[in-house]
């Protein structure tokens, strides 16, 4: 089964918590603080593999986790990192965030990595607190969680020529015919329901990727017949190959049929109906398709360079792919892969303010990347803990912004996942 559209749940791994250890030695039995630092959480990373056609190892599992890092223990020793999770997909995937349909990576070269969610910091331990003022300090840091959200990830097909047409018009037979794809062929409408790719080798050392789009009908853009699952396909292909069929055995008009298509193109996307496109007039081998070709070449002969064809006989197909390999030298990528072996950040650095403070339905919230943070990392069953995290929120201006924004006491303030009851002495 051919899958090219599927949703998945990723969660990096959260930061190890940073340990509150004394050093208790022979002959200092009054060390300093000696807890070490959480390990960093493993980040889940997509990465782009020639080797899978399709989505289908996400049918059975949705949910990607990777590895928390390791808790920090005595003698300042560190916790071990979390391993990073790779998760592999094919080539051609856009990587998309659920809910908002932001598109976060377009995956289209092999060995291509995006980082989808990072791991969580590890927390401090309470060597990393000691101060000339806190020389014992009795907390650490909790580990940072690791982030986690749903994807969409839609799946469409790297090929340089696309075939395109209404059902039965004889696609596959094609396909079949100039490339050693071997897709279902039957003689009823809707044989081919997923996209077939095939190479065509026309000389030594020159070759194309064509694909065989399941046909299109009439409101195809609006998502009929499954429009757009299969239009999708058509967005990277450089050259299109739209086949009609001139025999009209089914009492349908190939001129009809030609606009009907190219309307649906340009109402998904106005640049497929102006991309490069070739008319194959197949079935040529019928009686009544040699009448037909006249009328098709009178009404659009002088737009459209229309090569007869019979996907039967063969006759015919060696000058289309001898045309289409000609364009094709001439055109450019669609898409300009990049680099392969690269780790891409989704969520690069930019500037934004610290934090910002909302009110809704009596609740200050104040919101903010590194302020969650500090909030989320924080022991709260520790009083020394409690007590610097308001130091740090007092000294980012949280305190302040919060009396500015007409705060008063005993009222509600929520920072990520935490409810707070403001005092107005800060403490």
Request: net charge neutral.
């Amino acid at each position: 089964m051919f899958y090219d559209y599927v949703k998945i749940y990723v969660k990096a791994g959260d930061g190890g918590n940073g340990c509150v250890a004394f050093r208790r030695e022979k002959y200092e039995p009054h060390g300093g603080p000696a807890g070490g630092d959480g390990g960093r959480g493993g980040s889940v990373i997509l990465q782009a593999d020639e080797g899978l056609q399709t989505l289908v190892d996400f049918r059975y599992r949705r949910h990607y986790k990777a590895e928390r890092g390791q808790h920090g223990q005595g003698n300042t020793r560190h916790g071990r990192s979390g391993d990073d999770l790779i998760v592999r997909v094919p080539c051609g995937t856009v990587v998309r965030r659920a809910g908002n349909g932001i598109v976060l990576a377009d995956l289209t070269r092999h060995g291509q990595r995006v980082v989808v969610a990072r791991g969580g910091r590890g927390g401090r331990g309470n060597a990393r607190f000691a101060t000339s003022t806190r020389q014992a300090p009795s907390f650490a840091e909790k580990g940072e969680p690791g982030e986690e959200l749903w994807l969409e990830l839609e799946l469409k097909l790297l090929a340089d020529v696309g075939l395109v047409g209404f059902p039965n018009v004889g696609k596959s037979t094609i396909i079949a015919a100039i490339s050693a794809a071997r897709p279902k062929i039957a003689d009823y409408p809707f044989t081919t329901i997923q996209p077939n790719l095939g190479v065509v080798r026309v000389d030594t050392g020159r070759s194309f990727v064509v694909a065989d789009i399941p046909g299109l009908i009439e409101g195809a853009h609006q998502g009929a017949g499954l429009g757009h699952r299969f239009l999708r396909h058509v967005e990277r292909t450089r050259v299109l190959v739209h086949v009609v069929d001139m025999a009209a055995l089914e009492g349908r008009d190939p001129v009809k049929d030609f606009e009907i298509i190219n309307r649906e193109m340009r109402m998904y996307d106005p640049g497929l109906a102006a991309r490069p496109q070739i008319v194959a007039a197949n079935k040529m081998d019928l009686p009544t398709a040699r009448d037909n070709l006249a009328k098709f070449q009178a009404v659009l002969g002088d737009k459209y360079e229309i090569y007869p064809v019979s996907a039967v006989t063969g006759k015919g197909l060696d000058k289309l792919i001898y045309r289409v390999a000609d364009l094709l030298d001439k055109m450019p990528r669609v898409t300009e892969p990049g680099e392969p072996e690269t780790v891409e950040e989704v969520h690069p650095t930019v500037d934004e303010p610290p934090f910002e403070i909302e009110y809704r339905d009596g609740t200050y919230i104040v919101k903010g990347r590194e302020v969650e943070r500090r909030v989320a990392m924080t022991d709260f069953d520790n009083e020394e803990a409690v007590h610097y995290l308001q130091q740090q929120l007092r000294r980012m201006g949280v305190e302040e912004a919060l009396k500015q924004s007409g705060i008063t006491k005993g009222a509600t303030v929520r920072i990520g996942d935490f409810e707070f009851e403001y005092e107005e002495d800060g403490n």
